[in-house]
């Protein structure tokens, strides 16, 4: 967040807290509950270790995949207890020890043998599960012997999910000199364009950046492309990134060339993978009955009409101190609520794509980093991002597809860890929740609410969400008055990467 943004928001906590009383007790009121939930969560760890016409074909796949895996995967397992035993080049296993990875996880140990023999893999495991590094090190091990520029382009759906997958191939290729780069839209296109004159091994991209580069900067071209990787696959795969994805496709060679799709969720509708041009792929696919991690305990609260912020509130206060994603459907309403938070005094920041490339990664940072305990996003922050401390994820709203809710909620409970997530379910959404407990397989249980708790917070909380509105309405039309709504939506359409949300 931009120190203007900083100072604003700041300027509604003290011109607006100061003059009300009732939202100054509110504060105190939040913060003494605070104290002692913060009390109740120290000694007893209350965290215990799990419009989409794909849904029905994702359980299926997955209820498949694992019937089929499950078996191989428990001997993978036993024979691959470590890296060493992967045949890889020493650098690789000096870079996993760094990296303090022991052991090979289930994908990893699934994916990475036939990776290895030169097989095109589809990859479908659960968030969280080490799927990165399970396309990464087969990638890297190739690289060793033959190390010629443009040789791998990883694709991801967003620029944030690009340049984590960047440090990762950096962090695994540094001992062996792996040179990577990230074009991601929003940035500089020159800067981008003098990266890849430096003729890097590793190219890690969000679709509509890349074709740019690809019609636009002379001398680049990925002719001799050895290794195509569609992470996210199947959003890469779905109506809204078809078009550029295609055209990129036309571009890149097939003979040659091997290519890996990994997910969490994955389409098995054949002629969908088709377009990616995989040759005789071997499915690698670990998962337990449900798509979703053991340790992620998922809880649902049934909340009345016009109720909904209060319910958040209740929630914020209740797991203070804990680290916590709350995912919207709307930019508007991820402003909102992370404006909503810092005037009731929850350190919150928001993510979603009206912000500038700065703006976001100045938010994911703060996050990151512990300097905001909340981050409230759309769901430009719902796939791949691996921030290990996030303890609770709370979906605002519930999400219009069933994919997107299994990737939100594995923001959380990561590589073992675990993890809590709570979707606040109105009225309209009892048929989104129905369709989410279908591909889960199970019925979400109630969270316990203490509604007098909820009661006692309703009107200060409406009270602070109607002066939010009023300041955020009073910076669109100063905003709008400055000329900068038209000014910021030519430079957002000029900076836009075509692809995203
Ligand atoms: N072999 C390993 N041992 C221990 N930790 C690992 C291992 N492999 C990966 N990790 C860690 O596990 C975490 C999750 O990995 P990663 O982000 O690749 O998951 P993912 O399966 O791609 O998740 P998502 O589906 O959400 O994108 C990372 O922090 C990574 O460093």
Redesign the pocket.
Known sequence: MTAEKKARIGAVKKNKIGKSNELSSLAAKIKAKALENQKKLENSEELSSGSDDDDEEVVRDLQKGAKDTREDTKDEEEVLESFADLNVVPELLEA?RN???????P??AKAIPPALEGKDIIGL?????????AFAIPILNKLWHDQSPYYACILAPTRELAQQIKE?FDSLGAVMGARTTCIVGGMNMMDQARDLMRKPHIIIATPGRLMDHLENTKGFSLRKLKFLVM??ADRLLDMEFGPVLDRILKILPTQGRTTYL???TMTSKIEKLQRASLTDPVKCAVSNKYQTVDTLVQTLMVVPGGLKNTYLIYLLNEFVGKTIIVFTRTKANAERISALCNLLEFSATALHGDLNQNQRTGALDLFKAGRRSILVATDVAA??L?I?SVDIVINYDIPVDSKSYI?RV?RTA??GRSGKSISLVSQYDLELILRIEEVLGKKLPKENVDKDMIMSLRNSVDKANGEVIMELNRRNKEKAARGGGRRARMAAKMDMDKEER
Do not use: M, Y
């Open positions: 996993c990296l303090n990875f022991t052991k090979p996880t994908i990893q495991a659960q968030t969280g599960s080490g799927k990165t590094a990762t992470d996210e990994f997910s969490a796939r791949g691996d290990p990737h594995g990561r590589a």
